[in-house]
């Protein structure tokens, strides 16, 4: 049951500027999509559209051949899961789930039985009868996953799932969530601004950016081969070196690929080292390069408070055209800068 | 350095040390608000309960010990029961009618709009306008001959009332006014406790399929509850207190259809010169009220939520 978003466009009331415009999306059937952007982006926004909490202002939103534009988010058959939970404080754990289930045409056994599965599977059976209030955040997490569950949706909408969570629970829900998606062999659509969670959980991931989509592809898809400059530089711990060039195109590659040592052949330039933080296993250095900072990472030690040459082996270059997408290799000419998209 | 030593001295001088040990005493630092508690309102309490007891004439100072012969007197009058049922109907018919119609204001006022915005300040007024004003107003306008609603009425060719004059009315026109005065504080205060409820819980509630009339029942008042609780013990007391308005517009009449516990209160004490009466009446009062609010903040309690 693919979820297909043609030509969507978004204005909120009281604004001219259109959020989201001509925004062409399809959510594979059994995929973890995740829709992956700085603030801002629209990924929420295209989220809530997708629940029907927000109104589509142009286009149409398709779910398995239905069209669900205009349809009343109870009817479209989706289970979304909020940052903040969104469950209700003055229902028990039960009494949460219950309240759902009761608006379908099902019976009182029914039911019962489908709140004892999902309390099972959520690990919450002993604390059905708890309020919201005697519940830890990864516990009334876990009630908003169990809500949704019980549901049994089409596809599960996740806004921010686990950003309220501290670092330790987050990993560990983390892979209760891929764990789930497993199990339940059902569409997720989860948004997040969090790479992490995008590259470990998805099986596709949607990169946006002022309302528009930058690249969709699988994570290694995504990490390995950005379509450009904003993919390359968003994705990635941290993010991809760009010079910009005299001609007007780019040039660019990972802190990884950057090393204190090479041959004539290679790519290279002068720099100063100014900081170097040690980060276990690995450093990460900071350059100034005289045209702007550049980020390294390495296992190599570098003396501090030094000048170098550092090099780009060939493979490890990314040539970006005037438009900032990828395009085959040309000559390097001058260098004018360093580049940062978000800037 | 001479700072310092200085400062070393006054640190151990005796003035030092005592305003030190007064500072960190407890009692000395709760005392202005326990004395102006004692003086204004425990001592006050405990001599009207004294005083209930007695036959007190307070200009020539003579008193007699009747034991609970005020008490017996207030349960054996026809006055007093009916007292009693006027300032229950009363409380009642505010209680329930006016929070139906607060919380009716509220949800429907509860948007942003310019319009809501001005409609929301307008009905607040009464609640900045002296209750004597709205008394006055309201006697303008139930007049019986040249008041508006009366002109109302027959324009329309209904029946006319006697309104706040008439024996029948008096005491539904006193309700009508003060049910008035306050449901614009009231619905106020609905709409800040309706937008303390954060969106997101009604957006669940679009995704479980609830529809709007489940929305506002089970989760809408239930989540309002502290709110309602609040309201409930506020209208209650203010219900038992209420006297400007009888004062204003019947006097308690006619026939003591309007007269409540507190307007008779004040007529027995400063109108008959019956303090001890009065007091007994006062003490009666307060065991009401007391009961009440003991009721409301247990039972009800339990069925609030708070978040």
């Given amino acids: ?16 500027e259109p959020v989201i415009e ?108 708890r309020m919201p209030n005697q519940l830890s955040g990864g516990q009334r997490q876990r009630v908003a996953l169990a809500r949704a569950i019980s549901k049994s949706p ?21 892979s209760e969530l891929i764990q789930m998606f497993k199990q339940m062999e059902t569409t997720f659509v989860y948004v997040t601004h969090d790479q992490v969670e995008a590259l470990t959980m998805a099986t596709d991931i949607v990169v946006m950016h002022n309302g528009k989509i930058m690249q969709q592809g699988s994570p290694k898809e ?44 290679d790519f290279s330039f002068e720099a100063d080292l100014l900081t170097s933080e040690f980060l276990g296993f690995d450093y990460q250095y900071t350059f100034e390069t005289g045209m702007g900072r550049i980020v390294m990472r390495s296992i190599d030690e570098l003396e501090p408070d030094n000048h170098y040459r550092l090099y780009v082996q060939d493979a490890d270059l990314f040539f970006f055209d005037k438009d900032q997408n990828v395009c085959e290799p040309f000559a390097i000419g001058g260098l004018k800068g360093v580049y940062h998209a978000d800037e | 350095m001479r700072m310092n030593e200085r400062y070393e001295l006054r640190q151990h001088g005796k003035v030092y040390n005592f305003f030190n040990k007064l500072l960190k005493n407890p009692y000395f630092l709760i005392a202005p608000a326990v004395i102006f508690d004692l003086w204004l309102t425990i001592f006050p309490m405990c001599f009207a309960v004294y005083m209930s007891f007695f036959k007190w004439d307070p200009i020539s100072g003579r008193k007699k010990f009747l034991g609970l012969g005020n008490f017996r007197y207030l349960f054996q009058s026809e006055d007093f029961r009916k007292v009693l049922s006027n300032t229950i109907i009363f409380m009642l018919a505010i209680l329930f009618v006016g929070l139906l119609l607060k919380i009716l204001m509220g949800v429907f006022l509860n948007k942003r709009t310019p319009l809501h915005n001005i409609v929301q300040t307008v009905s607040f007024t009464p609640h900045i306008i002296a209750s004597v004003s709205i008394a006055v107003i309201f006697m303008w306008l139930m007049d019986p001959n040249n008041g508006i609603f009366n002109m109302g009425l027959r324009a329309l060719g209904l029946p006319t009332s006697y309104w706040y004059k008439g024996r029948d009315s008096a005491l539904f026109s006193i309700i009508i006014v003060s049910i008035w005065a306050g449901l614009g504080s009231g619905a106020l205060r609905i709409i800040a406790g309706l937008r303390s409820i954060p969106e997101y819980i009604y957006e669940a509630a679009k995704l479980d399929k609830s529809s709007p009339m489940k929305t506002f029942f089970k989760i809408t008042i239930p989540l309002l509850s502290p709110t309602l609780l609040y309201m409930v013990v506020t209208t209650t007391a203010s219900a038992f207190t209420s006297f400007d308005t009888v004062k204003m517009m019947t006097n308690g009449g006619p026939d003591n259809s309007t007269n409540l516990i507190a307007f008779y209160i004040y007529q027995q004490g400063l109108g008959f010169n019956q303090y001890g009466r009065a007091m007994a009446a006062a003490v009666i009062l307060l065991l009401i009220s007391g009961a009440l609010a003991v009721i409301n903040f247990t039972v009800l309690d339990k069925r609030v939520h708070y978040q």
């Fill in chain 1, 222 to 265: 995504i990490y390995r081969n950005p379509q450009n400059i904003f993919v390359a530089q968003f994705i990635g711990d941290p993010g991809m070196n760009v010079f910009l060039l005299d001609d007007g195109n780019y040039i660019g590659f990972k802190p990884r690929g950057l090393r204190s040592s090479g041959s004539d052949r």
């Fill in chain 1, 154 to 174: 089409k596809a599960f909408l996740m806004d921010e799932p686990l950003s309220n969570l501290d670092a330790k629970l987050r990993n560990q829900m983390r």
């Fill in chain 1, 22 to 129: 001509g925004l062409n999306l399809t959510i594979k059937d059994g995929s973890f999509t995740v829709l992956l952007g700085p603030s801002g982006c629209g990924k929420t926004t295209t989220l809530r559209m997708i629940a029907g909490l927000e109104d589509v202002t142009e286009g149409t939103i398709t779910v398995d051949n239905t069209d669900i534009t205009r349809m009343e988010p109870g009817d479209r058959n989706l289970a979304m899961v909020f940052q903040n939970y969104a469950i209700y404080p003055h229902m028990s754990v039960k009494g949460n789930i219950e309240f759902g289930l009761k608006n379908y045409k099902m019976t009182k056994e029914q039911i019962a039985q489908r709140i004892k599965d999902v309390l099972e599977l959520t690990g919450l059976t002993e604390f059905a009868n």
């Fill in chain 1, 1 to 16: 049951m693919p979820i297909i978003l043609k030509d969507i466009k978004k204005i909120y009331p009281g604004s001219k």
